[in-house]
Nanobody, 125 residues
Framework: QVQLVESGGGLVQAGGSLRVSCAAS????????MGWFRQASGKVREFVAA????????YYADSVKGRFTISRDNAGNTVYLQMNSLNPEDTAVYYC??????????????????WGKGTLVTVSS
């Protein structure tokens, strides 16, 4: 069993930056590909970013490419999402996800084994 706890959300002005974190319990963190999804009010949950087990490969949604960076610290059981040049359309609850399958599967929304409860990011104009 893996528990995922997100933190770091908050209110930021448009153009600003924020880093959200996801701390994972357990000793098997490095065996999971990790990712971030987000859900804006009234919209479906969408893929944001994914990272493979070693951290050597990353994937991004087109809407965040060049602005967001996903990274992981396997020793610290944590995955991060650095968000720059934020705009109001980035306002959403951001969820951490873990899969024993591949990062490419995760980005398609398949085979996700664990979800966090989310952290709210609000970008004001």
């Amino acid at each position: 069993q893996v528990q995922l706890v997100e933190s770091g959300g908050g209110l930021v002005q448009a153009g600003g930056s924020l880093r959200v974190s996801c701390a994972a319990s357990g000793r098997t963190f490095s065996t999971y590909a990790m990712g971030w999804f987000r859900q804006a009010s009234g919209k479906v949950r969408e893929f944001v970013a994914a990272i493979n087990r070693s951290g050597g490969n990353t994937y991004y949604a087109d809407s965040v490419k060049g602005r967001f960076t996903i990274s992981r610290d396997n020793a610290g059981n944590t995955v991060y999402l650095q968000m720059n040049s934020l705009n109001p359309e980035d306002t959403a609850v951001y969820y951490c996800a873990a899969t024993a399958a591949s990062a490419t599967a995760l980005k398609s929304g398949y085979g996700i084994n664990y979800w966090g409860k989310g952290t709210l990011v609000t970008v004001s104009s």
